[in-house]
């Protein structure tokens, strides 16, 4: 039986595909990737910056897995800006309208997912300190 700290570690892997893929696709093809088109090269510029920004949270969160009890700090770090990110996506919502089911998905994953990620990894961390679950090397302190 696998026990809660290896499926935490392989579900944050599997998650962190998430921004790492969409990020390297926005930064491979620009905003027209997604709205075909779109002539303002200032925005697509913008673009592919927030997709260098995406990849790199993705790249933290697989910074994570490894000693995943130990990096409370990062991961708490990383979820605040997950969820400030999505939370300027819902007041987007609110000012213009439903965007497409992908955008909508990816306010799920900002305002639910990795928030509960986030609460699992504290009690997964928090186990680990109390000594009901796997110890903590120095090397992952």
């Not at 926005?26 to 303002?40: K, Q, R, S």
């Not at 961390?125 to 109390?130: G, K, M």
């Amino acid at each position: 039986m696998i026990d809660e700290r290896r499926l935490l570690q392989r579900v944050v892997a599997a998650a962190a595909c998430i921004p790492v893929a969409a990020g390297l696709y926005g930064v491979l093809f620009g905003v027209n990737g997604i709205a075909g088109g779109v002539e303002n090269v200032s925005t697509d510029s913008h673009f592919r910056y927030l997709s260098g920004l995406l990849t790199g949270i993705g790249i933290l969160f697989w910074f994570c897995v490894p000693g995943i009890e130990g990096k409370t700090r990062l991961f708490r770090f990383l979820t605040l800006v997950v969820a400030l990110g999505g939370l300027a996506r819902l007041l987007g919502l609110y000012l213009t309208g439903l965007p497409s089911l992908t955008m909508l998905g990816a306010l799920g994953v900002e305002l639910g997912l990795t928030p509960l990620l986030c609460l699992w990894q504290a009690r997964v961390a928090a186990r680990a300190r109390s000594g009901t679950g796997p110890a903590l090397s120095a090397r992952d302190a």
